[in-house]
Structure formats: C-alpha cells, structure tokens
C-alpha cells in the first residue's frame, strides 16, 4: 500500500502496454462521443485524423486505468481536487499500442485535511513509435502512513 510518504519528487511509475482495439473505440464513442471518426473506418480516413480514432476521452479514461494498473489501485489515494491541464496531442488510431507514466512533480501536506498530503503529477501517454499522444497534470490526495494506522 502506497501512502503519501512514498510519492517523493521524480519517482515514476510506468504503465503496461494496452492495444487499442478497433470494436473498443467504436463502442466507446458510441455511448459517450458518437462522432464519425470514432464510429467509422472510413469517416476516419476522410478526416483529419487519418483513420479511425479514439475519442481524446476515451484515450483519457485508457489512462486513468493505467494509472490505476501502475499504483493508484494499490495506494491510499482519497481522490483528486482536479485536472490543471490535459492535452490531446496525437490522434490514437486502431491498432496503437500505448503506454506511458506517472511522475511526482511534487508532494505537500494538505493545510486544511489533517493526516492528507496532495501529490502533483505529470502524466503522459505514448504510442508505439514514443510520440507523446496525451500529457496532463493533476494532483491527487492520499492519506498519510501514520493517519491511516490510526484509522
């Protein structure tokens, strides 16, 4: 179990690879961003994108689960006041295989949360060939060791 105390500046923590399966982005954008170059192969082709692609919200909810994977799942994690930034830099076309990372930018007790300390982190998405796809930052809030014993 990850607490507070273990997110020190630069650790990183790496995701595992996911393939980006075609039936995966059409049923996404279905239900949530029923746009043509999320639904269609060819739609895709005739857009900008160049085939068909994922959502950018869709590749953000892949990268909430890899950050889940790599050590949210495993910490005390309270939640997230909020997202400072998120960008979609690449388009994620079917068939992408992507990976990437968490790295602590920074970690500070919370002033008004006793036994709560707020990390900062950068995070970034990869394709196959190393091009970032998505880069955010965002803070996350988990519970100290010696809080949590106590609970």
């Known amino acids: 179990m990850l607490y507070f105390e273990d997110f020190t500046p630069g650790r990183r923590f790496d995701y ?7 039936p995966d982005i059409i049923a996404f954008a279905s239900e949530f ?10 739609a895709g082709k005739r857009s900008i994108l160049g085939g068909l ?3 950018g919200w869709h590749t953000s909810a892949i990268g909430m689960r890899m950050m889940i994977d790599a ?3 495993d910490s ?12 979609w830099k690449k388009p994620v076309l ?9 790295l602590v930018l920074g ?28 880069v955010s930052e965002c803070s996350v809030l988990f519970r100290r060791r010696d809080w949590g014993l106590r609970r």
Do not use: C, W, Y
Request: charged fraction near 20%; glycine fraction near 12%; hydrophobic fraction near 35%.
């Open 94 to 102: 079917a068939g992408d295989v992507l990976t990437g990372f968490s």
């Open 16 to 22: 595992q690879p996911v393939v980006m399966q075609a």
């Open 71 to 73: 050590f949210l799942g």
């Open 107 to 134: 970690a500070r007790q919370s002033n008004s949360k006793p036994g709560v300390g707020i990390v900062k982190f950068r995070n970034e998405i990869d394709n196959q060939t190393g091009e970032a796809i998505a």
């Open 33 to 42: 961003d029923p746009q043509p170059m999320h639904l269609d192969e060819e």
């Open 76 to 87: 005390s994690s309270q939640g997230s006041p909020g997202i400072d930034f998120m960008d």
């Open 53 to 55: 692609s994922a959502s």
